[in-house]
């Protein structure tokens, strides 16, 4: 007999040996072809989605690291220092112009202190025998204290430091002297405005008479660079720690000098600038390389090289014996328009700069990466081919004729500037008026501007001011005529953007929702939900197949089984009639 499980779909020819499992594989296994490259279609498909979102993770990890560079003062880093360390040390933000300053330091900055004239034993003696009212006022504010009688010097202090409304604006505290215990009570907060006022309740012990005013609040006082002239005139503050004097640098006080003062220097880190540009140049090669590496990952079928909603599940006999090698994302539409969006970027002229004529002295000193030693290593031979390299001698030598230039040339933000004397730029609207260069023209006649053009297209006018008109590149540009004498003008304004500006603008394009990085995933999941339900379809329709073998060769088994039986019957009934 021949044995069948239903569910496992198992059974051997038990009784005519036939290996009808074999059979049944060999048959199914022409049958799973279809299936087979579905499964195929589908791995490959999920690669390449898994490498798009690896991108686009990436992206989005270069666009987070170029908003710390999208300022021009991001990279020109300044150091600061001082000639007398001891008097005055220094700190600067990118801010601070390159320079020196001379720094005259008259006082410092105190908070008031008020020690008692009697010591005490200890700090656990009475300081009064009856119930006492203490009071004080600091700056604008006065705290009442009621002491009760046998309020020793310690108790005393916490009740001065936990007096209702004092939140650490007054301190109370205990100084030793070696023999005697001597209360000192100071103002928290430096200035002369800041002054401690011990008032006469009648509680003697601790009346205005029974302290020493041992420091007087007062305010710094500095002369920078002879100003104020007068000597008896300063430039006072309330801190010892002052950061308005000098545009980007922080003065912190130690000590009075002499009339000389000390010297103050700030000064581009040519290091740190540096520095900053290689960052993000490997930031941008990290981009670069990983756009390279996925058309060199893997093999698939060209079938599948490149994602649309049309592919469908009928093609699978489509390239049947095509075993070329192609990348993952080789031949990719997507992948080559970011790879040739970021190219475009880093070899162009920046937006809005114009090129320089050494003769008339205009136009930008760098106008792309190449002019300040950045560019794209050509030899494929090369371990950084396609990769940005920076020429080292070149850029120091950039940094060293102009570091403004080299830094705005990385992040100018909507700088604007015209080539002519006649007209200048006024402003822009930020996120609106798209960087570039444009062509100005208008008429001016009987003393007002009668027509205006931008690019061609008709500008709005008030009085002395054109705007480019609504809806176009040039939206939100205001320009000031200067020359208002009559007739006909014609010039170019320029607004700039860095290009760390425009690979944030493109990244942020590509990345959005809509942007082409979201557009290749959403096709890559459409065919790979339409992939899963023709899967889902075909396993079910290879379970009937199978089922429907296993009946049929259970039923040949069956029948060959009885035709067997028959033979070996009448062989026997032969037999018998011999006998």
Known sequence: MSDYWSGSITFTGLNTGTDWDEIIEAQMAVEEYRYNSMTEKETAYEEQLAAVEDLETQMTTLYQTLQDYDSASDFLTKSGSSSDETSLTVSVDNEAEAGTHNVVINQLAQNDIWSSDDGYASTDTSITDTDQTFSLTY?????????????????????????????????????????????????????????????????DAMGPDAFTNTQKAQNAQIKVDGFPAADDEWIERDTNSIDDVIDGVTLQLKTTTDDEGTTVTVELDTDAMVEAIETVVESINTILQLLMDLQDQGTVSDSVSTATASDSEDDDEDDEDDDSEASVLASNYGIDLVQSSLKNILSTKGLGFSYYDADADTGDLFTSLSTIGISTDADEDSETFGLLVIDSDELEEAIAEDPEAVAALLSSDST?????????????????????????????????????????????????????????????????????????????????????????????????????????????????????ESISNEEERLDLVESRLRTRYSNLETLLTSYDNLSTTIESLLASLED
């Open 139 to 203: 700056g604008d504010e006065t705290y009442t204290i009621d002491v009760p009688a046998g309020t020793t010097l310690e108790e005393f202090v916490d009740l001065i430091n936990n007096a209702d409304g004092n939140s650490d604006d007054v301190r109370a505290s205990v100084i030793n002297e070696g023999d005697s215990y001597y209360l000192q009570i100071r103002g928290m907060d430096l200035g002369a405005d800041n002054t401690v006022t011990i008032n006469d309740t009648g509680f």
């Open 416 to 532: 604007g500037s015209t080539d002519s004397s006649d007209f200048s730029f006024d402003s822009s609207i930020s996120g609106t008026t798209v960087a570039g260069e444009y062509e100005v023209s208008y008429t001016i006649e009987n003393g007002e501007i009668t027509s205006a053009y931008i690019n061609g297209n008709a500008a709005s006018v008030s009085g002395w001011t054109i705007t480019g008109a609504s809806g176009e590149d040039e939206a939100g540009l205001a320009l000031t005529v200067d020359n208002t004498a009559d007739g006909a003008y014609t010039g170019t304004a320029y607004l700039k953007q860095g290009k760390i500006g425009q690979l944030i603008d493109t990244l942020e394009d590509m990345t959005s929702t809509e942007g082409t990085l979201q557009i290749m995933e959403d096709s890559y999941q459409e065919i790979l939900d339409q992939l899963a």
